[in-house]
């Protein structure tokens, strides 16, 4: 019996569907006569520190009553609702719970502790945002929790990451195995000690379901992933034992609704030939993933139902959890409300990975603007060429009109700070390469962000033509890049250390000011911003000749 079976039952009758996303459940619950067990699962991912609730642009929500989304008392609820309702259940957690808001940048990981206890979550994975303050900081958040936590490519000789992330967690009651992955990138964009390694999710889970397979009675095995959608499709086809993927990283949106990149579940035949079922739920809390599985007796995923579910206005807040956040806004409130200078259009951070968006130049504009000053004693040789930031660092909008404190630690929450880095024109060349083929040019590795530049960089690329062959064309203030000559690159540390590979790793450089004082410094400067977006990493047409090189080989 495959997933479509479904589609007979519903039309059978079995149940009312809730609303246009949230689909239909099978009436029976347990184990039927055929030794069939039916169980629901409830998950979300990359909540990114939104304990509150907050408007579509990720920021905080001032008026509800013109659409709040998320916010974990709005979860509380709905979670509450559905596990009275279907007593045969996991509420799992995809990862990625640090780093967002002032909730974390201001209280570090104790406040989402307390939060994510509160909501009595069954398990959880580790996101690579989980080590952006270091392992021995994990160490501490873990120590905290009340649930386990999985992660089975994870290995630590950290005391507390070691005592703390195992490899899977048996439910006996309902006789299932949950497995956890973490994506493999995290060192190059994290902060991961040396006694703490990643090793391929694939191969690990594999042994991880040959292990419950070998050494107890579990049939039913589930991975809970933080690696992306594309790779939870790739864990599912190159392995056998699994019957459910619930994930995270990509913020994927799956299901019915407009912008979805694909169905919820999306069904991979693992290499038995078996359907996978997988599924992951946005970001920031805005949806609550909900999936009804019905196992067969030897674990494997007959039938499905469940959709994701809009955490919107038209869910209560819980009333004990929602008075606790607002209480915590407290300490941070005065400091994040201050108005630092206005903006007359809205900076817009939605299309920063996939091409030039306003925020991610302005704040390229400031970095590159910064450290121009402070060189004006310094050769015009020397001084900088122009910024280049990492497009995963730009986190929020910021709606046009008066601009806080608050809005631009949301909209850069790292703590990453400006330095620079002098290469040859050559090596620019292959860095701009890879940052438009997305593969690097110096280990043939992909990055994982685009990237934003300043004003005075100007790059045309032909993304039909093959990685290293992109790029057609690179000035800076109008004159073509000199492979011969040497330029001054303003950037992140946090990149000029390898994160997402768009440089080449290096250790020696200084860290300056952070992003987030650099753009206040800005805005107070040039207030009220009148900046408008601007052409600056521009697509041409098909090539009509053949592709060449702007570096050598």
Same mark, same amino acid.
């Given at each position: 019996?495959?997933?479509?079976?479904? $589609?007979?039952?519903?039309?059978?009758?079995?149940?009312?569907?809730?609303?246009?996303?949230?689909?239909?459940?099978?009436?029976?619950?347990?184990?039927?006569?055929?030794?069939? /067990?039916?169980?629901?699962?409830?998950?979300?991912?990359?909540?990114?520190?939104?304990?509150?609730?907050?408007?579509?642009? +990720?920021?905080?929500?001032?008026?509800?009553?013109?659409?709040?989304?998320? %916010?974990?008392?709005?979860?509380?609820?709905?979670?509450? !609702?559905?596990?009275?309702?279907?007593?045969?259940?996991?509420?799992?957690?995809?990862?990625?719970? =640090?780093? +967002?808001?002032?909730?974390? &940048?201001?209280?570090?990981?104790?406040?989402?502790?307390?939060?994510?206890?509160?909501?009595?979550? @069954?398990?959880?994975?580790?996101?690579?945002?989980?080590?952006?303050?270091?392992?021995?900081?994990?160490?501490?958040?873990?120590?905290?929790?009340? =649930?386990?936590?999985? &992660?089975?490519?994870?290995?630590?000789?950290?005391?507390? $990451?070691?005592?703390?992330?195992?490899?899977?967690?048996?439910?006996?009651?309902?006789?299932?195995?949950?497995?956890?992955?973490?994506? #493999?990138?995290?060192?190059?964009?994290?902060?991961? %000690?040396?006694?703490?390694?990643?090793?391929?999710?694939?191969?690990?889970?594999?042994?991880?379901?040959?292990?419950?397979?070998?050494?107890?009675?579990?049939?039913?095995?589930?991975?809970?992933?933080?690696?992306?959608?594309?790779?939870?499709?790739?864990?599912?086809?190159?392995?056998?034992?699994?019957?459910?993927?619930?994930?995270?990283? &990509?913020?994927?949106? $799956?299901?019915?609704?407009?912008?979805?990149?694909?169905?919820?579940?999306?069904?991979?035949?693992?290499?038995?030939?078996?359907?996978?079922?997988?599924?992951?739920?946005?970001?920031?809390?805005?949806?609550?993933?909900?999936?009804?599985?019905? =196992?067969?007796?030897?674990?494997?995923?007959? !039938? /499905?139902?469940?959709? #994701?579910?809009?955490?919107?206005?038209?869910?209560?807040?819980?009333?004990?959890?929602?008075?606790?956040?607002?209480?915590?806004?407290?300490?941070? !409130?005065?400091?994040?409300? !201050?108005?630092?200078?206005?903006?007359?259009?809205? $900076?817009?951070?939605?299309?920063?990975?996939?091409? @030039?968006?306003?925020?991610?130049?302005?704040?390229? @504009?400031?970095?590159?603007?910064?450290?121009?000053?402070?060189?004006?004693?310094?050769?015009?040789?020397?001084?900088?060429? =122009?910024?280049?930031?990492?497009?995963?660092?730009?986190?929020?909008?910021?709606?046009?009109?008066?601009?806080?404190? %608050?809005?631009?630690?949301?909209?850069?929450?790292?703590?990453?700070?400006?330095?620079?880095?002098?290469?040859?024109?050559?090596?620019?060349?292959?860095?701009?390469? +890879?940052?438009?083929?997305?593969?690097?040019?110096?280990?043939?590795?992909?990055?994982?962000?685009?990237?934003?530049?300043?004003?005075?960089?100007?790059?045309?690329?032909?993304?039909?033509?093959?990685?290293?062959?992109?790029?057609?064309?690179?000035?800076? &203030?109008?004159?073509?890049?000199?492979?011969?000559?040497?330029?001054?690159?303003?950037?992140?540390?946090?990149?000029?250390? %390898?994160?997402?590979?768009?440089?080449?790793?290096?250790?020696?450089?200084?860290?300056?000011?952070?992003?987030?004082?650099?753009?206040?410094?800005?805005?107070?400067?040039?207030?009220?911003?009148?900046?408008?977006?601007?052409?600056?990493?521009?697509?041409?047409?098909?090539?009509?000749?053949?592709?060449?090189?702007?570096?050598?080989?």
């Amino acid at each position: 019996m495959k997933a479509s079976l479904l $589609l007979s039952a519903l039309a059978a009758g079995s149940a009312a569907a809730d609303d246009v996303l949230y689909s239909r459940r099978l009436a029976k619950r347990g184990i039927d006569e055929q030794g069939h /067990y039916n169980m629901s699962f409830f998950h979300v991912n990359d909540v990114h520190s939104h304990l509150d609730q907050y408007v579509k642009a +990720g920021t905080d929500c001032k008026d509800p009553s013109k659409g709040c989304f998320g %916010g974990y008392a709005r979860i509380k609820t709905k979670v509450n !609702e559905l596990r009275a309702q279907y007593p045969d259940h996991l509420w799992l957690n995809a990862g990625d719970e =640090f780093q +967002g808001t002032l909730f974390y &940048s201001f209280y570090g990981g104790e406040k989402i502790a307390e939060t994510i206890n509160d909501l009595k979550f @069954d398990a959880m994975t580790l996101g690579n945002h989980e080590w952006d303050g270091g392992d021995e900081k994990l160490g501490e958040f873990l120590k905290n929790l009340t =649930f386990p936590v999985v &992660s089975c490519n994870v290995k630590s000789e950290y005391k507390d $990451l070691k005592e703390t992330i195992k490899n899977y967690h048996i439910f006996e009651e309902h006789g299932l195995a949950v497995i956890g992955a973490s994506t #493999p990138t995290t060192p190059t964009i994290s902060h991961v %000690g040396p006694l703490t390694t990643f090793l391929d999710p694939v191969g690990e889970v594999q042994k991880a379901i040959w292990e419950i397979r070998n050494t107890t009675n579990i049939k039913r095995i589930v991975a809970l992933t933080h690696i992306g959608y594309d790779i939870d499709q790739q864990l599912a086809a190159q392995t056998e034992g699994l019957s459910l993927i619930i994930g995270g990283h &990509s913020h994927t949106l $799956l299901g019915d609704m407009d912008g979805a990149l694909g169905k919820y579940p999306t069904i991979v035949e693992d290499l038995a030939g078996n359907e996978v079922f997988i599924v992951t739920s946005y970001r920031w809390g805005e949806y609550l993933g909900s999936i009804d599985v019905t =196992f067969d007796d030897d674990g494997k995923a007959l !039938e /499905y139902h469940g959709a #994701p579910i809009h955490m919107d206005n038209t869910t209560k807040l819980e009333t004990s959890l929602q008075a606790k956040v607002t209480e915590w806004r407290g300490p941070f !409130e005065e400091f994040a409300n !201050e108005v630092i200078g206005t903006t007359d259009n809205t $900076l817009d951070q939605t299309a920063c990975q996939s091409g @030039d968006c306003l925020l991610g130049q302005v704040m390229a @504009d400031a970095a590159f603007e910064y450290l121009y000053n402070l060189t004006t004693d310094t050769p015009e040789d020397q001084r900088p060429s =122009f910024a280049l930031i990492n497009a995963g660092g730009v986190r929020a909008t910021i709606d046009a009109g008066n601009i806080t404190r %608050g809005q631009v630690i949301t909209s850069f929450p790292f703590g990453n700070a400006v330095t620079k880095l002098t290469y040859s024109g050559e090596d620019l060349l292959k860095i701009l390469e +890879g940052c438009v083929s997305k593969v690097n040019q110096f280990n043939d590795q992909k990055l994982s962000s685009w990237f934003q530049v300043s004003h005075n960089l100007k790059v045309q690329y032909n993304p039909s033509n093959p990685p290293g062959y992109m790029l057609v064309d690179a000035k800076i &203030s109008g004159k073509s890049i000199d492979p011969a000559k040497k330029y001054v690159l303003v950037t992140v540390d946090f990149i000029a250390g %390898g994160g997402d590979n768009i440089l080449p790793k290096s250790g020696d450089f200084v860290v300056l000011d952070t992003l987030d004082e650099v753009l206040v410094d800005y805005i107070k400067a040039k207030t009220p911003l009148k900046n408008a977006l601007e052409k600056r990493a521009v697509k041409v047409g098909k090539c009509t000749g053949k592709a060449q090189k702007m570096f050598s080989a």
